[in-house]
């Protein structure tokens, strides 16, 4: 079973200040999603990763794919408020399907 | 973009009632379809995967007794819960995917309460 752990589980920073979520398996993904879920709204995909070693960037969120295709990591630079939400990993199984991180909620205080 | 609709978005009923939620994709025929269910401050479960014109294949632990499941056309995938009990209360959120390596489409999600 492939399993995605993330860190933190929550997160409450003040605006301005930087962050960095991770997500980790013991298992080699072909590729990972990364996903931001808001209150009683399903989750919206904010960067699929391929290449081991890369790194996407989405204005103030950077997210690098570990060289190993084992971990992944989300940078928030300069935090808003508007970035509070329940941040997920997200990988492919064997058979396709979608396997979950179990999230960083994250809350960003004006 | 691709678009998945998922309806209603909250229901509240009473125990014992069977509820069905719709999840049609919009834009895209959706050869799979998936149901999760996702806890308060949870991330999402996977319940079941439903493949167009056949049976869906249910996690373990989901009861397909309990969560019907019907995909019967390219767009649209029902999920009905069974004599609904409160411990059934939760959000529950659908998924479309055109075919294989394409990524999947989330909905809004569904809110059940079951009083």
């Known amino acids: 079973t492939q399993l995605l752990e993330q860190s933190p589980q929550f997160l409450s920073i003040q605006e301005g200040e930087n962050l960095t979520v991770y997500c980790n398996s013991s298992?080699?993904?072909?590729?990972l999603q990364w996903y931001r879920q808001e209150p009683g709204e399903g989750p919206v995909l904010l960067v699929t990763v391929v290449t081991g070693g890369e790194v996407k960037k989405l204005k103030r969120l950077t997210f690098q794919f570990g060289d190993a295709r084992k971990d992944s990591s989300l940078h928030i630079t300069a935090a808003q408020p508007g970035d509070t939400g329940l941040y997920l990993c997200a990988g492919p199984n064997a058979g396709n399907m979608l396997t979950f991180g179990g999230g960083t909620r994250l809350m960003v205080k004006p | 973009g691709a678009v998945v609709s998922q309806h209603p978005s909250w229901v509240i009923c009473k125990s014992g009632t069977s509820v069905k939620i719709e999840c049609r994709s919009l834009?895209?025929?959706?050869?799979?379809m998936f149901w999760y269910r996702q806890f308060p401050k949870q991330s999402l479960m996977l319940m079941a995967t439903s493949n167009e014109g056949s049976k869906a294949t249910y996690e373990q632990g989901v009861e397909k007794d309990k969560f019907l499941i019907n995909h019967a056309s390219l767009t649209l995938s029902t999920l009905t819960v069974t004599s609904a009990h409160p411990e059934d209360s939760s959000f529950y959120i659908c998924s479309a995917r055109a075919p294989w390596g394409q990524p999947q489409h989330f909905g809004d999600g569904t809110r059940l309460s079951i009083l």
């Open positions: 834009d895209f025929q959706a050869t799979t």
């Open positions: 298992s080699v993904f072909s590729s």
